[in-house]
């Protein structure tokens, strides 16, 4: 079993905070002593689709997308995901996510609106915060030398706030770009700006997340600002105030760095214990599920009193004629014929599920016993349980009922004599 970190999609409008939000979980897999060399890359679009060996994926970014009807938030079984760090915009979720949701729990959170919105659907949660937030701290050497006012996406209708005194030392710009313009890797590019900061940045003032909080843990003073205070936003503001537009006026132009180092380190602990904890308890058991899985010969697989059932009624049943039929037994095999036969046969009914001993509502009938064929004859059945092999051989003969199917007989002594 390996780790994995993702990579972003790398067309249309990107910004360079995604790609430092990946630089902030190589952080943390250096903090742990993973070397990142050997970790896993999958591209974000393919989480649900990826088949390659089992990884241990930390989320430590938002999953608001949705690809080719496919619920980004529910991973292919080769990933276990350890949510550190995830925000999502619903607050609607379906039962399939918030059953996944609840094995991979609990689910950190990069906000307050995210964390409210899982624990009142009964999701353990905590607020984690953005993995950003724990990059390491710049040396005094840099911060002396650190000369530059540097300016993120910052609006020319904000430029009257800042005081005429900086900015001739401001420079603007911005973590937005698109694809087409790019020359070089967006993690590079993503490296080489964040590397910038680090060596050059005085003070940063700017509207974007993934501008604030990396420049906050290097121990930059930041101004962080937007006209109105993002839902995403709520927790970060423990650590820096967000100025909204009704206090542009009251913004304080000589901030200074946040001291918070060992409630960093508490963060990176945590965050590494989570994902040794999953990896301990998952490493053995999907090496050796990987060795049975990677066999050499990967015949067709044939499921045993499905696939001749299936192949019995491709070949046999009409999908426009009107076919009624019964299930005799309480069985998986009658429930998976039965769901094959709606999805592929909307003209057939099911009109009785027979069983001798139990009473129950299966396949949305409630069960009744086998005489029910004394006065019913003319519907074919499907005897999906071997247990009633015989007895169905003999009644059959009985009531002269030539319309069956001996499920768990593989179809050896068959030879349809009807439609």
Not at 36 to 43: C, G, L, P, Q, W
Not at 161 to 171: H, V
Not at 253 to 258: C, K, L, V
Not at 394 to 411: A, H, M, T, V
Request: charged letters at 25%; aromatic letters at 14%.
């Amino acid at each position: 079993m390996k780790f994995a970190n993702i990579i972003f999609d790398q067309s249309g409008r990107l910004t360079i905070g995604d790609n430092i939000q990946l630089l902030a979980v190589q952080n943390l897999y250096e903090y742990m002593g993973i070397e990142y060399a050997d970790v896993v890359r999958i591209n974000y679009y393919d989480l649900a689709s990826y088949n390659g060996e089992y990884v241990i994926l930390p989320i430590s970014f938002p999953l608001f997308g949705y690809h080719y009807d496919v619920n980004i938030t529910q991973f292919s079984p080769k990933i276990i995901p350890v949510f550190l760090g995830v925000s999502f915009l619903s607050s609607d979720f379906s039962k399939a996510d918030l059953n996944y949701l609840r094995i991979h729990a609990p689910i950190g959170c990069r906000d307050e609106y995210t964390l409210n919105n899982l624990r009142r659907n009964n999701v353990p949660a905590y607020l984690g915060g953005c993995l950003t937030a724990t990059f390491p701290k710049r040396t005094n050497e840099q911060s002396s030398k650190s000369k530059k006012i540097f300016c993120i996406d910052v609006e020319e209708s904000f430029k009257k706030f800042i005081p005429k005194s900086l900015l001739d030392q401001c420079e603007f710009v911005s973590h937005t770009y698109y694809a087409t313009e790019l020359k070089e890797d967006p993690e590079i590019l993503a490296r080489r700006v964040y590397d910038k900061y680090i060596n050059e940045a005085k003070l940063i003032i700017t509207t974007r997340l993934h501008g604030a909080l990396p420049g906050i843990a290097a121990g930059i003073p930041v101004i962080f600002y937007k006209d109105k205070f993002s839902f995403r936003f709520a927790g970060i503001d423990k650590l820096v105030h967000v100025y909204t537009k009704e206090e542009y006026g009251n913004i304080d132009w000589n901030p200074a760095p946040i001291e918070y180092e060992e409630t960093k380190k508490d963060i990176l602990a945590m965050c590494a214990q989570r994902i040794w904890n999953i990896y301990n308890k998952y490493n053995r058991m999907c090496e050796i599920s990987s060795f049975y899985e990677t066999r050499i010969d990967k015949k067709e697989l044939y499921v045993d009193f499905i696939s001749n059932t299936i192949q019995f009624i491709t070949e046999n049943w009409s999908k426009t004629k009107v076919i009624k039929y019964a299930l005799w037994g309480v069985t998986q095999t009658a429930h998976t014929i039965h769901s094959y036969i709606v999805k592929h046969y909307p003209n057939a009914d099911l009109v009785a599920v027979l069983d001798k001993k139990k009473k129950v509502y299966f396949c949305g009938l409630e069960t009744c016993n086998v005489n029910w064929l004394y006065d019913n004859s003319d519907v074919f059945i499907f005897v999906c349980t071997g247990a009633a092999i015989k007895d169905s051989y003999e009644l059959f003969k009985k009531l002269d009922i030539k319309q069956y199917y001996q499920c768990c007989e593989d179809g050896n002594k068959h030879k349809l004599e009807y439609i």
